[in-house]
């Protein structure tokens, strides 16, 4: 019981943290339908994105737009015990946190363990870092206006 709750509620928050996106970027037409994706529909990609460590790279896949070319909401697999660059994206994005433990955090700021069912918001433009500090892979569901990218800070400046 309490497995699907938290399922639940994970849902519901990634319904919320891609709202806006959804309206901004799919109003609704008349005769249009609904769009339902089962799990085992998702093709996932190799990002490129890789961490300080070798865990592996991030993989993506489309739940709604193209990450790559604009509006987007992407179910986003980063392997257990990765540890992320610090980094900056040009767009703002919200993420659910759906399975693993996750971490991200502007640089400077102290770690904020964030387990299934957590949220974050990231502005575009603040160096910080994001993490799975779990043992198995971290799933998130990731909104954002704009084109992800995935621009490293130099931190020996």
């Not at 849902?11 to 943290?17: Q, S, T, V």
Request: charged share 15%.
């Amino acid at each position: 019981m309490f497995h699907k709750t938290l399922t639940l509620l994970t849902f519901i928050a990634a319904l919320a943290c891609s709202g806006a996106a959804f309206a901004q970027t799919a109003p609704a037409k008349p005769g249009s339908e609904n769009i339902s994706t089962p799990v085992t529909d998702l093709t996932f990609f190799d990002t490129g994105i890789n961490g300080v460590t070798d865990a592996g790279s991030i993989l993506g896949a489309s739940a709604f737009g193209d990450m790559t070319k604009g509006e987007h909401s992407t179910w986003i697999r980063m392997p257990a015990r990765f540890n992320g660059a610090v980094h900056t994206h040009t767009y703002d994005f919200w993420v659910a946190v759906v399975s693993g433990v996750a971490v991200n955090t502007g640089v400077g700021g102290e770690d904020v363990t964030l387990p299934a069912g957590s949220f974050w918001f990231q502005p575009g433009g603040k160096p910080h870092y994001t993490n799975c500090i779990s043992t198995v892979e971290c799933v998130y569901f990731v909104s954002q206006n704009g084109t992800f990218d995935y621009n490293v800070v130099d931190t020996k400046k």
